[in-house]
């Protein structure tokens, strides 16, 4: 048992000492995974049980000119990380086939490395999405989707820089960042105010935006399966399977949000629409029926007055 520890512990430090990129060793959060984890699990926490906990008893914050700043500046954020991207590697000299890591010092291969780096903070900084949703007594939107996903992508990301600040894998971060900049854009407008409203019609296009992501990141990574290319096949299963476990999730949570909802909705109004009916054929039945009634009342009423004038002409 004990040489089975000690050989664990062997593994794990030639892993990270000698298997990994030493132009990150250095930089912050990057020396062991044990602090990502560590605030990864907390997040989790707090998101599912001490949030809620600490907020049952309190009112909601209102928090709008917070969330305008902060939506602002995810955006920004995002479009620089995406700008980036594309200026160290896709939109210059890498291939969408295969892109081995630059593990040189080159200023393009370090200014794709610290992009990396930064699109890994970037993780951390959208665990405000569910701290805003907590603070406001939203919870039912924190859901155990928006919990996953947030509370993994920092322990993923920090795989990725460590060993693989680069090359082909950085294709996620790519679609990645340019789905932010259209999702804060989205939560901005929604932050400004109703007279917004009118312009977030493309909210159900968001998740479908997800999903698609995703799909082209798995036959991004997968393709290396079947072709030769000097990239670690450890982490193409890694990003590949990343993203089939993701697509899953959202595909399964736009079924529940928008097309079951859509198909209740369709359910009601039909039955909206008959009850309506119903209600017309017994409203004009009843309609008929004292119509009919009343056209029996004059009937009698005529009748018996002609009587009357008869018997009393009669009389005199």
């Known amino acids: 048992m004990i040489e089975m520890m000690s050989s664990l512990v062997a593994g794990y430090h030639d892993l990270l000492d ?9 930089w912050s959060m990057m020396n062991s995974p044990f602090p990502t984890m560590i605030i990864c699990l907390s997040y989790a926490y707090f998101a599912k049980i001490l949030g809620p906990k600490v907020m049952e008893d309190r009112k909601p914050f209102q928090l709008k000119n917070v969330l305008i700043v902060y939506n602002f500046l995810q955006v920004l954020f995002s479009s620089w990380l995406f700008y980036e991207c594309c200026m160290s590697g896709w939109f210059t000299h890498y291939s969408f086939r295969c892109q081995p890591v630059d593990y040189s010092e080159s200023p393009m291969a370090m200014r794709m490395a610290r992009g990396c780096w930064w699109y890994y903070i970037s993780k951390f900084t959208e665990f405000f999405d569910t701290i805003f949703f907590i603070l406001r007594k939203k919870n039912d939107q924190v859901s155990t989707l928006h919990v996953i996903h947030h509370g993994v992508m920092p322990m993923s990301v920090w795989f990725g ?3 693989t600040p680069g090359g082909h894998s950085t294709f996620f971060g790519l679609l990645n960042t340019f789905v932010h900049i259209v999702m804060y854009s989205y939560y901005l407008f929604s932050a400004l105010g109703p007279q917004f409203q009118k312009y977030l019609w493309w909210k159900k296009y968001l998740t479908a935006l997800q999903m698609i992501q995703f799909v082209l990141v798995m036959i991004h990574a997968f393709q290396l399966l079947f072709i030769d290319c000097n990239y670690p096949r450890a982490f193409v299963l890694f990003i590949g399977l990343h993203a089939v476990m993701f697509y ?21 109004r039909l039955m909206r629409e008959e009850e309506a009916k119903n209600g017309n054929v017994l409203k004009n039945g009843v309609s008929n029926g004292v119509s009919t009634m009343n056209k029996l009342a004059d009937s ?3 009748t018996r007055q002609r009587v009357i004038i008869d018997h009393g002409t009669s009389g005199q």
């Open 161 to 163: 820089v460590k060993f």
């Open 18 to 26: 000698n298997k990994s990129d030493p132009r990150v060793a250095s």
């Open 248 to 268: 899953f999730l959202f595909s399964d949570f736009y079924k529940q949000t928008y097309l079951k909802r859509k198909a209740s909705e369709k359910k009601q």
């Open 300 to 302: 009698y009423t005529t």
